[in-house]
């Protein structure tokens, strides 16, 4: 069987919530820097683990999260 066939879902063990501050971060520059993936389930897909992620951080962290992923777009429409 292959990776797309496999039903079971797999899981993603972040061992800190530094680390997964840095990976929402990191899904919120992938989506500014290369758009929505348009490959059916991508997109659902990283929507859950953005979800998820923003679920398991606390508050001040999302917030601090989502304050310098704005910025950064700020920079990048300034940059185009």
Known sequence: MSR?????????DVPTMDAAA??????YVLTLVRGRDRTPGVEAWVSH???????????PDVRRVHEVCESLRVQFENAA
Do not use: F, G, I
């Open 22 to 27: 840095h990976l929402l971060t990191a899904l």
């Open 49 to 59: 683990l953005r979800v998820t992620l923003t679920e398991v951080l606390p508050e």
């Open 4 to 12: 797309e066939e496999s039903k079971e879902p797999r899981l993603v």
